[in-house]
């Protein structure tokens, strides 16, 4: 026998979950969305919310970590590292354990903990070590995380920060050997495409005197970030900070994000030496113009 009002507890509990449902689908696209406002040119204003959804505990992870992987970036833009650090550190204690997306990644969270001011390499190699222990054996995050900790025990911290290069080392005795031939032709008679492999070979040979000459006698300049940090770290150890200013200013146009997540590169605030010339000029331009596909409009 029917009764009134029987269906209407059902009803009410049926509203809820719709409109759980719905908060939680919002949530699952949350961080992207927040992420590409950032690479508007917004990353001041946009790193609390951020922030938010990087500690918000249980529910769905995956925004979680996209979350906490853009404000770590952020953070060291705004030369936070021992935040970025913590918040890396704290997720990974949090989620790894239970084998899920985030034990897939590594970056930006291992140079989050390699950028954290610890007092020596061996703290720092130590940190590493406790933390990979809290991630199940055999995944992407935990080799890294250990593979890490055994390499801060052997080699400088530098060559293990991203964007390394052997700035400022003598050529070999041998001469510098290119990958292409294409560095003895006419730079102005070659393809764009051809210019960028000239730029990659230079790069791999580390030759910083052939790659200048273009640059101060031809005017040109890299088309790829990579290239544009690497001329940037020489003009540092060179002294030179109006040009390697110049040059991670090109760098902000030609990045692009590697993942969804990516929101701005590490690279110059990290490396010791082209922190030399991320002057305050530069980061102003990175934290402040849209970058990526958010700069094409």
């Known amino acids: 026998m029917f009764i009134a009002g029987s269906l209407c507890p059902r009803t009410e509990a049926g509203r809820v979950t719709e409109s759980r449902a719905k908060e939680e689908h919002a949530f699952m696209n949350s961080a992207e969305k927040l992420i590409s406002h950032a690479r ?60 899920g997306e985030l034990c ?4 930006p969270f291992d140079e989050a903990l390699l950028a954290a001011p610890e007092d020596s390499q061996e703290a720092l190699a130590d940190r590493f070590a406790a933390v990979a222990a ?5 995944r ?10 055994e390499q801060l025990t052997q080699r400088p911290l530098e060559e293990l920060l991203p964007g390394y290069a052997p700035w400022g080392a003598a050529a070999p005795p041998a001469g510098v050997q290119h990958r292409s031939p294409l560095v003895d032709r ?6 764009d495409r051809e210019r960028r492999v000239v730029w990659q070979s230079l790069r791999t040979a580390n030759d910083f005197p052939r ?28 002294g030179d900070v109006e040009r390697g200013e110049a040059m991670l200013i090109a760098a902000h146009s030609r990045w692009h994000p590697y ?9 110059p605030v990290l490396q010791p030496t082209l922190r030399q010339v991320t002057t305050d000029r530069v980061r102003e331009h990175y934290l402040t113009r849209p970058i990526g596909p958010e700069a094409k409009g």
């Open 134 to 138: 809290t991630v199940p054996a055999g």
């Open 104 to 107: 897939d990644q590594d970056m």
């Open 211 to 238: 790659a200048h000459d273009l640059v101060a006698q031809g005017g040109h300049a890299p088309a790829q970030y990579a290239d544009c940090c690497w001329m940037a770290g020489w003009y540092a150890v060179e």
């Open 259 to 267: 993942m969804k997540w990516d929101a701005v590169p590490t690279c």
């Open 140 to 149: 992407v995050l935990q080799k890294r995380l250990h593979w890490l900790s």
């Open 186 to 191: 006419d730079f102005d008679s070659l393809t």
């Open 40 to 99: 508007e040119g917004r990353f001041r204003e946009t790193l609390p919310h951020l922030l938010e959804i990087a500690r918000r505990p249980g529910g769905a992870r995956g925004p979680v970590w996209e979350a906490a992987a853009a404000s770590i970036q952020i953070l060291m833009w705004l030369d936070r590292p021992g935040e970025a650090a913590d918040l890396a550190e704290a997720l990974i204690r949090t989620d790894a354990p239970a084998g």
